[in-house]
């Protein structure tokens, strides 16, 4: 069935999920444990069928009327008069005369009664969008397996026959292997809370089961805020395939572009790879520069640095981010991994791609990336998936990641990406009498020749990279010597690095 005959969630990403959304006129459960958003959502969904000039009702029997209006509040949202809460309460004649100002919950009920009520409510209100929350009272009420499978049997057969598209809640309060529902259902969407060792909880969901239709399957990381819930599906590359020229693009400096074979090409992922302080970032800044120069935009998104404190520290050297910014050449984002999941990073990278029409996009760095990561395993196919998304978008990508430790041989990354990027600039310390200076070397690239050649890397107000060091052996150990071959190269090497490239 085409999406525009399903029945809209509202939700941001979840119809994408979905293939459109539910199915009309079918019984769909939304499952979660308590506090999931699973009320947020079938509000979302009733509110979406009355914009769409449909008779919605939501039937409580876990929640007073006022506990969900005030809910729908807390996002901005004024329940409209075609969407009807029914708050299934007792009628009096069932309570004696000195009971009446008791509380009485839904559990107090008979099941032939709540049921026989909530076919009332139906009858007055006809709705076309249905909510009943949640099964976990009717369970409750039915007190055994075959009964509460009736039940569900007999309120499906119900809302076919009215041809209405219903969505019952359950908070999952009942033993793991009780698959009742899931069975009667069309379809099942299952919502899950993680709670990681530092930072707020992590959301995601999956959609469990959905008889006759495609959907996207596995998870997808989702939030609440204060606009509501948002679903971020699970980015699939090869889903998005677009036809570019691919170029090959310039850094700005001689003799970066000459150790790669005059650039780096459009819709390729370039990894910079070296210690702290080696000078990664600036790099980035580098390239930003020389593609908003030659008319392009770009993105850079940050993990490990306040934006006040880069675009002070950049401007001096000649990265005015702040005046990219604001022409619009510029999307910039500082990410708080403790507060980010990947799948809405994804999401972000894949706005600015599309939306800002990014040429470049910068990820500053792994290492904070990865602190986003509930399940540190998962790392590479997120970035797989996200790098290939770029790549077939026609971006130039840059990804730093910080090695640890300074010096010698023992340097590691937290998390080993070089096979998959498609060039790895490689960053090193070394020492030449007494002093600490910097070495800069491409040790891969997919996508055409480059030098196989060191070179020194110098800050100093901008960037430069020198000549080949042609006079040392171990700078990439960081503990060079200066070797002599009898063509006098190496007494013109003692003196630094050569002519700098400008």
């Known amino acids: 069935m085409a999406g525009a005959d399903k029945a809209s969630m509202g939700v941001p990403g979840l ?11 079918r019984l769909f459960l939304l499952e979660g444990s308590p506090g999931t958003g699973k009320t947020t959502m079938a509000l979302r969904f009733l509110l979406e069928g009355v914009r769409k000039g449909e008779k919605c009702l939501y039937v409580t029997l876990s929640e007073t009327d006022e506990e969900l209006r005030d809910a729908a509040l807390s996002y901005g949202w004024e329940l409209p008069p075609g969407l009807e809460i029914f708050e299934l309460v007792p009628p009096e004649s069932l309570l004696d005369a000195d009971q009446q100002q008791s509380l009485l919950y839904s559990s107090d009920l008979e099941l032939g009664e709540t049921t026989k009520l909530i076919f009332e409510a139906v009858e007055r209100f006809t709705p076309t969008r249905i909510v009943l929350d949640s099964l976990s009272e009717i369970r409750l009420l039915a007190q055994s397996s075959l009964r509460y499978r009736r039940q569900v049997l007999a309120l499906k057969h119900y809302f076919a026959r009215r041809s209405a598209t219903v969505l019952m809640l359950d908070d999952l309060t009942t ?4 698959k009742t529902v899931h069975s009667v259902a069309h379809g099942v969407i299952r919502l899950e809370e993680l709670a990681p060792d530092y930072g707020p909880e992590r959301r995601r969901m999956r959609v469990i089961k959905y008889r006759g239709q495609a959907f ?25 395939r677009t036809a570019f020229e691919r170029k090959r693009l310039g850094t700005g400096v001689s003799g970066l572009d000459a150790l790669l074979g005059g650039g780096v090409e459009q819709g390729s992922s370039t990894l910079l790879l070296g210690p702290a302080g080696s000078g990664k970032s600036l790099l980035t800044l580098q390239l930003v520069k020389a593609t908003i120069e030659r008319g392009d935009n770009a993105a850079m998104f940050i993990f490990d640095e306040e934006l006040g404190l880069l675009f002070d520290r950049a401007k001096p050297l000649g990265y005015d981010l702040e005046a990219y910014r604001d022409s619009g050449k510029l999307a ?3 990410l708080d991994a403790a507060e980010l999941s990947p799948g809405e990073f994804a999401h972000r990278v894949r706005s600015a791609v599309v939306r800002a029409k990014a040429q470049t996009v910068v990820i500053d760095s792994l290492n904070g990336y ?3 990561m509930p399940q540190e395993n998962s790392l590479i196919l997120h970035m797989h998936e996200l790098l290939q998304f770029l790549n077939r978008q026609g971006a130039a990508t840059f990804l730093t990641v910080a090695q640890h430790g300074l010096l010698g041989t023992d340097m590691k990354a937290p998390v080993d990406i070089t096979y998959l990027a498609d060039s790895v600039i490689l960053l090193r310390y070394f020492e030449v009498r007494s002093a600490v200076k910097r070495a800069i070397s491409v040790i891969k690239k997919r996508t055409g020749r480059h030098e196989d050649t060191i070179r020194e890397y110098v800050i100093d107000g901008g960037i430069r990279v020198g000549e080949p060091l042609l006079g040392f052996h171990g700078v990439l150990r960081g503990t060079p010597e200066i070797v002599d071959d009898g063509a006098g190269r190496g007494g013109a090497a003692r003196g630094g690095a050569g002519t700098s490239g400008k």
Do not use: N
């Not at 119809?15 to 006129?25: E, K, N, Q, V, Y």
């Not at 033993?175 to 009780?178: H, I, R, T, V």
């Open 15 to 25: 119809d994408d999920i979905l293939s459109g959304g539910l199915t009309p006129g």
């Open 175 to 178: 033993e793991a292997l009780d």
């Open 216 to 240: 996207r399957g596995g998870y997808h990381d989702f939030v609440i805020k204060s606009d509501g819930a948002r679903v971020f599906p699970r980015l699939v590359s090869a889903e998005h």
């Open 332 to 334: 910039i984002a500082q």
């Open 370 to 372: 990865q602190t986003s």
